[in-house]
């Protein structure tokens, strides 16, 4: 069974630092664009960054591009969210997903929550 | 980069078809046909339902329906259900090679 697991979320003051994993289980993920989404508590999705196969491209959203950082370990079929300098608003749910054909993301697993209080 | 363009809540009997607008601009849903949705229960994993428009992964129901016009895209959930009614978000890619969700719509079943 194809499976994502994220981990790694948690309590932390602003200013702060956290990193998240998620382990992927079950299909080849060495194959896959990867990608990172979030949602805060009573607001919708929002993408958060992806990256390529092999990580030589990066792409983020605004609000956290020189903050955040991800990045892949395709040896341990793992990918990771470093997250620094951190604020209130970047207080969510965080999932970790398959990015499949058309950029559509076909394989999500359960969140992990972080709360920057 | 803003998020596409929603209705916050849509609304219909078991049995009815309803359609949730997607509005984007020139530079993501009107520049590619790389345009999803997905079916999000509350502290579940959101599920795909339709890629690149129109095309549905093997087993999510023909129910689910996608097209696109221009710089709008429409869901159409087709048989409305009593387990359908539940939130609904729309993305796209864009053209700064980033992806941008909807706003999400809220589906009640009356």
């Known amino acids: 069974e194809e499976q994502l697991v994220e981990s790694g979320g948690g309590l932390v003051q602003p200013g702060g630092s956290l990193r998240l994993s998620c382990a992927g289980s079950g299909f080849t993920f060495s194959r896959d664009w990867m990608s990172w989404v979030r949602q805060a508590p009573g607001k919708g999705l929002e993408w958060v960054a992806n990256i390529k196969q092999d990580g030589s491209e990066k792409y983020y959203v605004d609000s956290v591009k020189g903050r955040f950082t991800i990045s892949r370990d395709n040896a341990k079929n793992s990918l990771f969210l470093q997250m620094n300098s951190l604020r209130a608003e970047d207080t969510a749910l965080y999932y970790c997903?398959?990015?499949?054909?058309?950029?559509?993301?076909?394989?999500w697993g359960q969140g992990t929550t972080v709360t920057v209080s | 980069q803003s998020a596409l363009a929603q209705p916050a809540s849509v609304s219909g009997s078991p049995g009815q078809s309803i359609t949730i607008s997607c509005t984007g601009t020139?530079?993501?849903?009107?520049?590619?046909?790389?345009v999803s949705w997905y079916q999000h229960y509350p502290g579940k994993a959101p599920k795909l339902l339709i890629y690149e428009v129109s095309n549905r992964p093997s087993g999510v129901s023909n129910r689910f329906s996608g097209s696109k016009s221009g710089n709008t895209a429409s869901l159409t959930i087709s048989g409305l259900q009593a387990e359908d009614e539940t939130d609904y978000y729309c993305s796209s890619y864009t053209s700064s090679r980033i992806q941008v969700f909807g706003t999400g719509t809220k589906v009640t079943v009356l």
């Open positions: 997903a398959r990015d499949g054909r058309g950029a559509a993301l076909d394989l």
């Open positions: 020139s530079s993501d849903v009107g520049a590619y046909n790389y």
